[in-house]
């Protein structure tokens, strides 16, 4: 399996907003749930957001919830995070991910994804 790619971080200002892209090969790319971490200096990777393999259903860390929402194009084998109201404590490198396990099952910690992309950072100036 071919690791995803994330793009679409930067610096911005306090307030802005920032889609992310994760580009996924493989012809099975609808049969697993997607998720998104992000992982700020000296902190541990943390949950941001995981959608169901039809993208029927997904699910946010309370930070993040009412502000970004996840999504998916499963004919182009890519997942998104779309970032609005961004903060200082938005910072961080932010990792796409495949699951291991069920929607149902809430797949939550790093352990739960097996698949990692590099990562892209993504700054939010005050």
Same mark, same amino acid.
Do not use: H
């Given at each position: 399996? &071919? ?11 306090? $307030? ?10 493989? %012809? ?5 749930? =997607? ?12 949950? &941001? ?8 259903? !997904? !699910?946010? #860390?309370?930070?993040?919830?009412? %502000? ?5 194009? @499963?004919? @182009? @084998? #890519?997942?998104?995070? +779309? =970032? @609005? ?6 910072? #961080? ?23 990692? $992309?590099?990562?892209? +950072?993504? !700054?939010?100036?005050?």
């Amino acid at each position: 399996q &071919v690791q995803p790619v994330e793009s679409g971080g930067g610096l911005v200002q306090a $307030g802005d907003s920032l889609r992310l892209s994760c580009a996924a090969s493989g %012809r099975s790319f609808s049969s697993y749930v =997607m998720g998104w971490f992000r992982q700020a200096p000296g902190k541990e990777r943390e949950f &941001v957001a995981r959608i169901s393999r039809s993208g029927g259903f !997904t !699910t946010y #860390a309370d930070s993040v919830k009412g %502000r970004f929402t996840i999504s998916r194009d @499963n004919s @182009n @084998n #890519a997942v998104y995070l +779309q =970032m @609005n109201s961004l903060k200082p404590e938005d910072t #961080a490198v932010y990792y796409c991910a495949r699951s291991i396990r069920t929607y149902s099952s809430g797949p939550y910690y790093p352990k739960d994804y097996d698949l990692w $992309g590099q990562g892209t +950072q993504v !700054t939010v100036s005050s």
